[in-house]
């Protein structure tokens, strides 16, 4: 009796033994992921289905937006939107990127102009430029412009994503039109544009 009680004691122990030394590993295991062979492997594995997809390049994406003209200077003075004369443009346009630092936009803009009773499509701008990425979602945008109401020049543009969607991302540019010819006087501008870009 005393032989079976001192083998089922000694049998408890050895029991407690390996619960407690399965119970350490378990707990190793969960703090440490890495230190097993096959949680290693499966991180590794989950690390590399995880990756975001590498952008294809050329990528051509589009977009549309309004951009308001807040200030134009020109004959030495400043002259606001609003004030008698009001004028919204619709820029929509296509962008090919080369790179994930440079691409080149295409833009067309109808502008609306309300003054004194009268509104209508006062002109449309062609405004191609090569645009230089950089991080954060900032772009500079060098940009020529030809208006079918005989002005022309360039534009620079800051451009700045400010919130991004599975579909499409949102921007604010500002634009500083600077315009020669036709039959007005030479100007530079203020703009603000505000659209999204299609992802």
Do not use: W
């Amino acid at each position: 009796m005393k032989k079976n009680l001192h083998t089922l004691k000694k049998a408890v122990k050895q029991r407690i033994a390996v619960q407690g030394i399965l119970i350490a590993i378990t707990i190793v295991s969960l703090l440490a992921p890495g230190a097993t062979f096959a949680q290693s492997a499966q991180a590794r594995l989950s690390d590399t289905t995880k990756a975001a997809p590498k952008t294809t390049y050329p990528k051509v994406v589009g977009y549309m937006s309004f951009i308001l003209p807040l200030e134009t200077f020109s004959r030495s003075s400043f002259t606001p939107d609003f004030n008698g004369t009001t004028k919204i443009g619709f820029p929509i346009g296509v962008n090919v990127l080369y790179s994930d630092k440079f691409g080149f936009s295409y833009e067309i803009t109808p502008t609306i102009k309300e003054a004194k009773g009268y509104n209508g499509v006062s002109n449309i701008l062609f405004d191609p430029g090569t645009m230089f990425r950089f991080e954060h979602g900032f772009t500079i945008i060098t940009r020529l412009a030809f208006q079918t109401d005989g002005k022309y020049g360039f534009t620079p543009c800051f451009n700045q994503i400010f919130a991004r969607t599975k579909y499409v991302n949102y921007f604010v540019t500002g634009a500083l039109p600077v315009r020669f010819g036709g039959d007005q006087a030479s100007s530079i501008g203020l703009n603000l544009q505000i659209g999204f870009i299609f992802n």
